[in-house]
């Protein structure tokens, strides 16, 4: 496949934030006109609305670390908190409480998520002090959710194949990318390893698939991007310049800038000064158009 890279990395806000995580694009919302970017600081809680046609930036305070915002389909979004799923209504600021998938172990919290095209919600946990493997991939129907992998200290993704047969998810922290068969009816089978990520080109983080089926992922630690085929092969790689890449998402009134969400969390004072773009959020163009957004179904 050629080259899919098209310019150069820019940043486009220069946040600083300690943990950015959970890029996803929506062609409309409603705080304002137009497409937007929304994205989370995990560990400074916010959610941030990014706004590339008009340059408006937007925040809010979470009232607890916050792992993603994704849409739902009456307007409002499903905010993955340390504390559970919750009710996020940008309009009023506020966050309603709607379910804890995991209220045997307060030292977990949820780390990132996906709506797939079915407006399913997938989302993992994690161990929060990062020690022991606690964390799991979960299906969330509205009322309740199925866990449906086994335990590791750092899960992320998930994200699914555009043709909705394939779930993919990550153990971070064991370098690993999985991907598993999944059913109509929402049924994961036949998990299988996808990519091993080798020693030293960091952690893989958030995953996103594209038009073409390819998975991105971003390297924690890598001060990369990559894009993988459907079949494994590594296909591209785009530094970025900071070390920690957490997740990128398609934006653009055709789907094709990338952007993604950094981290300064492991930096100290001196790491700082060498990445002072560390936190920021990037964007460039792209060769390949991203999925269409799809909001979370709602139960009636």
Excluded at 147 to 163: L, Q, R
């Amino acid at each position: 496949m050629a080259q899919v890279q098209l310019g150069d990395p820019e940043v486009v806000w220069d946040l600083g934030a300690v943990l950015g995580e959970g890029p996803v694009w929506l062609d409309s919302d409603p705080v304002g006109q137009g497409g937007a970017l929304w994205f989370v600081d995990i560990k400074a809680p916010a959610i941030h609305r990014y706004d590339p046609a008009t340059g408006d930036k937007q925040s809010w305070p979470a009232p607890a670390p916050v792992g993603f915002c994704l849409p739902a389909a009456d307007g409002t979004f499903i905010a993955g908190l340390k504390t559970g799923l919750a009710r996020f209504d940008p309009v009023a600021g506020t966050f309603t409480p709607l379910h804890d998938p995991e209220p045997d172990q307060p030292d977990n919290r949820l780390n990132d998520g996906h709506v797939d095209q079915q407006g399913r919600l997938w989302f993992g946990t994690m161990h929060d002090p990062e020690e022991q493997a606690s964390g799991r991939i979960y299906r969330f129907d509205g009322a309740g959710s199925v866990a449906v992998s086994d335990p590791v200290i750092v899960s992320n993704g998930p994200a699914v194949s555009p043709d909705g047969t394939t779930l993919y998810h990550v153990d971070t922290l064991g370098n690993t990318i999985y991907a598993a068969d999944l059913a109509d009816d929402g049924t994961v089978s036949a998990e299988r390893v996808f990519v091993r990520i080798e020693d030293g080109a960091g952690h893989p983080d958030g995953v996103i698939v594209d038009a073409e089926g390819c998975l991105w992922v971003g390297l924690f630690g890598g001060g990369a991007i990559r894009r993988y085929s459907t079949a494994g092969e590594l296909l591209e790689t785009i530094p970025l310049p900071v070390s920690a890449i957490t997740k990128v998402a398609f934006g653009g009134p055709d789907r094709r800038t990338l952007f993604a969400t950094t981290a300064s969390v492991h930096l100290d004072d001196e790491g700082r000064a060498r990445e002072p773009l560390a936190g920021h959020l990037f964007a460039l163009p792209v060769a390949v158009a991203g999925l269409p957004p799809v909001s979370m179904r709602l139960p009636s």
